[in-house]
């Protein structure tokens, strides 16, 4: 007893007891064991940064196995990693240190770099080097999507072309890529041909197998000679077909040929394969051939009749009968048929074409439809119009027009008199009148 009373009060005791996290509960008078279970539901020390000597962590690890000594280790790796940052030398660190700035960059074993396909943003990532198509096809969707840009780019644009394209293998590729867009963007056929009909007068380039228009002749005559076998194929291959078909008409239409004396010509290559392709279409009369017909013919049909008539070829009248013959005999839609006695009519009236107007001396109603189209239009007192082209009122529109030229600032438009604009009715006097008198008593109110 004498000594447990000889012991100094708080004697035994560990000085640095552990505390306890709010959600825990403990007491002084629990083991060892709980006080070692407490401790480690708290929050383990974090890692010693890499650059601490590697002592440090051993004697973590070394305390970590030995609960009892845990406390004072910890304390002591904190002083030791204090102690170490006071006294870290930057200086020496550098000059013992063997990275350098100027070192080859760093690839990994059985990585293959091909620079020449490749190069860097000044960002972290690689892209591939930019490809003739990839340019090509960007042009391209610039034009389809602002075809009113088209002679403002279009110099650019073939700048850009005759720079890429040096070599016979690279101007292939880009006849292939302009043929492939022009008859795959829908409605970009007719830009697809102004850029050909271009592009073969002002690219640089020219091998020895052709120039850019030759080439394109080739390519479109492969497509010309599976013409047999495209319009009966599936419904892809027809719309293929069709694409090339109107492709075709606008090349017609655009691509200028020009010759030693006078102006440019059109192709007359395309003129005889544009008319085998109407008898390949009508030889499958289905409903998709017609309408790709109807469309070809609305398209150049008075370029083609035109064409063939100044050689002395009625090969329009030849396709118009046949075209009567299929709305009488062959199964297409009703709407299809209706569409072919269009075009029909559309050719009767000469292709919509407006007959040029006669000289305005030899001007008159009989040889000039348009003789009344400007003339001006006069109204009854009744409010009905008439013009110069009314009989019961040809002697009062000739009065008109004379008043009118005689005294010009006293009619109006439609004839008139407008010395009378500023008189007033009576009733409409006498309102305002009173008007004016009602407002002038409730101002002086």
């Known amino acids: 007893m004498n000594e447990n009373f000889d012991r100094a009060p708080g004697a035994g005791r560990a000085r640095t007891q552990p505390t306890t996290s709010p959600g825990l509960s403990g007491s002084a008078g629990e083991d060892a064991d709980t006080k070692t279970s407490l401790f480690f539901n708290q929050r383990e020390p974090l890692r010693q940064p890499r650059t601490s000597p590697p002592l440090l962590e051993n004697s973590i690890s070394n305390d970590l196995s030995d609960p009892g000594r845990l406390s004072k280790s910890h304390q002591s790796v904190y002083n030791n990693s204090t102690s170490a940052s006071k006294g870290y030398n930057v200086e020496a660190l550098v000059k013992s240190s063997k990275l350098s700035a100027n070192a080859a960059e760093f690839v990994p074993a059985g990585f293959i770099h091909d620079e020449a396909s490749s190069f860097y943003d000044g960002s972290e990532n690689y892209f591939s080097e930019a490809t003739l198509a990839d340019m090509v096809a960007e042009f391209l969707g610039h034009l389809s999507s602002s075809p009113g840009s088209f002679e403002s780019d279009v110099e650019y644009i073939t700048s850009m072309l005759s720079a890429w394209v040096t070599t016979e293998e690279k101007l ?236 010009p600032d006293l009619f109006e438009e439609n004839g008139n008199d407008s010395s009378s604009e500023d008189e007033m009715d009576p009733e409409i006097e006498e309102a305002f009148e009173t008007f004016c008198l009602e407002s002038e008593r409730k101002q002086r109110q």
């Open 172 to 407: 292939q590729e880009l006849v292939e890529l302009i043929y492939t867009q022009s008859t795959a963007i829908p409605n970009f056929s007719y830009t697809g041909a102004r850029l050909c009909n271009y592009l073969s007068h002002h690219l640089a380039v020219s091998p020895p197998s052709g120039k850019f228009r030759q080439l394109l002749l080739k390519r479109c005559q492969k497509e010309f000679e599976q013409r047999d076998v495209a319009v009966r194929g599936d419904v892809e291959t027809q719309k293929r077909f069709h694409s090339f078909v109107l492709f075709l008409g606008e090349l017609y239409l655009n691509l200028e040929v020009k010759s030693g004396k006078g102006p440019p010509n059109r192709a007359d290559i395309l003129l005889t394969a544009l008319k085998d392709l109407l008898n390949c279409l009508f030889s499958n009369p289905v409903d998709a051939n017609l309408i790709c017909a109807v469309k070809l013919l609305k398209l150049t049909g008075c370029v083609l009749e035109d064409a063939w008539k100044e050689n002395g070829k009625s090969d329009m009248q030849q396709l118009i009968e046949r075209i009567e013959n299929i709305v009488l005999d062959a199964t297409c839609s009703r709407d299809v048929k209706q569409m072919l006695l269009k075009l029909v009519e559309l050719r009767s009236s000469d292709w919509g074409r407006v007959c040029a107007a006669a000289a305005a001396s030899k001007a008159t109603p009989d040889n000039d439809p348009n003789y009344f189209m400007n003339e001006p239009t006069f109204y009854t007192a009744d409010g009905i119009p008439f013009t110069a082209a009314d009989p019961e009122y040809s002697e009062k529109y000739q009065e008109i027009l004379d008043r009118e030229d005689y005294f």
